[in-house]
C-alpha cells in the first residue's frame, strides 16, 4: 500500500495503538509523520495491574486476586473478559509413569486435549484422534492432562461462580454459522457475565457494560525464540487491555505473571507504548535485528528431510558465491519441523542495506531448482 501510493503520490494512513517495530521507528526518524492520539475519545484509559502469581502453584489458574475482582463485578451487574490465548483442555496429556506427552503423528507438535468432545487434536494440521485410555509406551492408566486452555478455564470459573453466566468464545466455540454474532449479541443485550476468550476478543469489539480483563498465562510468549515475540505480546496485550471501561465505567485489567519484574511488564502498566518501542529498538539495533538489518528467508518443504537440507545446502553455497558481501547463515529446521507430513527447512540471508539483496535476489532466484523441493522465498519475513 505504502509503496503503490507513492508512486500515486497519495497520502497514507497508518492507524494503530501498537505500530510495528518499522513504523515507528520511520515515525522517530521523520520518513513518517507522526501524529498522536493521547486519549480515548469517550472514556478513560483502564488501570492495568500485575497479579504476581510466582507462588500460585498448579491450581485452576485463577488466582485469588483475579477470582475476587470477577466476584465484585458479577455483583455489580458488569461484564468480565478472561483472556487465555489458548483454545482446548489442555495442551497436551502427559504419562507422569514415564514421561509420554501425546505427539501429532503429521507434525512436531503435540496434541492437545478437547475433552469435551473426547479428542485429541493437533492444532496445526487438523489431525485428531480418540483420547488416549492408557499410555502407549509404558501401559499406565493414569494420563493427565497438563496445563489450561480456554475450556478448562471455562470449567474452572463455573465452579467458582456457579451462579455466573459463562461463554467461551474461541474457535472451537464458533464454528457454526452466525455463533459469533450470537454471542455479540448475547453480550451487548447483557444475557453474560464473563467471557472466557483467545485472540478472537482481544481488538475490534465495544462492549459498553465490560469493566474489567483478567489475562492468564501470558507469560508464555515471552519464552518464544522469535525475536519479535516481545513486540507481539504487548501489542497483544495493550489490544486486550483496551476492551475494558469503553463507555463511561471504570476499567480494570489483571495481568497474572510469573515474571512480574519484566521491562515488557512495566511499560505495560504505565501504557507507555513509546518506552517500550524505544526499548526494544535499542536492543534490536545491538543484535543487528530489522528494522537496522534486511532479511530475506528461502523456505523449503519436502517429503524427506534429507531434500531439504540438500537443497538448502546448495542454495547457501550459491548465495555465498553470488554476494560475498551478505550474511548468509546455516540451513536450519524451521519453528515446526514438520507440518502435514511435510518436512520443513530455512536459509536466513541478512544485510545492512537493501541493493546488496536486491542484486543477490536478480541472480540467485533463477538458478534455485529442485524438482523433489516446493520452496519459496519470503522478503522481509514476518515469521521465523
Not at 488501570?47 to 465484585?72: E, H, M, T
Not at 486486550?240 to 485489567?253: I, M, Q, Y
Not at 543487528?288 to 545446502?313: I, K, N, W
Not at 532466484?365 to 521465523?384: A, F, Y
Request: proline residues 6%.
Amino acid at each position: 500500500a505504502i509503496f503503490r501510493a507513492r508512486e500515486k503520490g497519495i497520502p497514507v494512513v497508518l492507524g494503530s495503538a501498537t505500530p510495528s517495530m518499522e513504523s515507528w521507528r520511520h515515525a522517530s526518524t521523520a520518513r513518517y509523520v507522526l501524529l498522536r492520539l493521547p486519549q480515548r475519545p469517550r472514556s478513560a484509559a483502564p488501570v492495568i495491574r500485575l497479579v504476581d502469581c510466582r507462588d500460585l502453584g498448579q491450581g485452576d489458574g485463577i488466582s485469588p486476586v483475579l477470582g475476587g475482582a470477577l466476584a465484585r463485578t458479577l455483583e455489580r451487574g458488569e461484564q468480565s473478559l478472561v483472556f487465555l490465548n489458548r483454545r482446548g483442555y489442555a495442551p497436551t496429556l502427559f504419562c507422569h509413569a514415564c514421561g509420554w506427552v501425546a505427539p501429532c503423528s503429521r507434525c512436531s507438535a503435540r496434541l492437545t486435549v478437547h475433552l469435551s468432545a473426547g479428542r485429541l487434536r493437533c492444532h496445526y494440521c487438523g489431525h485428531e484422534e480418540a483420547i488416549a485410555r492408557h499410555c502407549p509406551s509404558c501401559g499406565n492408566q493414569d494420563l493427565l492432562p497438563v496445563g489450561a486452555g480456554t475450556q478448562r478455564l471455562e470449567a474452572a470459573l463455573a465452579v467458582r461462580l456457579p451462579g455466573a453466566r459463562i461463554a467461551r468464545v474461541d474457535r472451537d466455540s464458533t464454528r457454526q454459522k452466525d455463533a459469533f454474532n450470537r454471542l455479540r449479541d448475547d453480550v451487548e443485550e447483557n444475557r453474560l457475565d464473563i467471557l472466557v476468550g483467545t485472540q478472537m476478543l482481544a481488538k475490534g469489539h465495544d462492549f459498553p457494560r465490560l469493566t474489567l480483563v483478567g489475562v492468564v498465562d501470558a507469560d508464555a510468549a515471552l519464552l518464544a525464540a522469535d525475536f519479535r515475540a516481545e513486540e507481539r505480546l504487548f501489542a497483544l496485550l495493550l489490544q486486550v487491555s483496551g476492551r475494558a471501561g469503553r463507555a463511561g465505567l471504570a476499567g480494570e485489567v489483571l495481568v497474572q505473571t510469573r515474571m512480574p519484574d519484566h521491562p515488557l511488564y512495566a511499560a505495560l502498566v504505565k501504557q507507555d507504548y513509546a518506552a517500550f518501542a524505544e526499548q526494544q529498538l535499542a536492543v534490536r539495533e545491538r543484535m543487528s535485528f530489522p528494522p537496522f538489518s534486511h532479511q530475506v528467508l528461502l523456505r523449503a518443504e519436502a517429503g524427506d528431510q534429507s531434500a531439504v537440507f540438500e537443497f538448502l545446502d546448495s542454495a547457501a553455497a550459491l548465495a555465498q558465491q553470488l554476494a560475498p558481501g551478505v550474511s548468509v547463515y546455516d540451513p536450519v529446521p524451521a519453528w515446526m519441523a514438520k507440518l502435514a507430513g511435510k518436512w520443513r527447512g530455512q536459509l536466513l540471508v541478512q544485510s545492512a542495506e537493501r541493493a546488496p539483496l536486491h542484486r543477490l535476489l536478480r541472480s540467485w532466484i533463477p538458478q534455485l531448482q529442485s524438482r523433489r523441493v516446493r520452496w519459496s522465498v519470503d522478503v522481509d519475513p514476518l515469521d521465523s
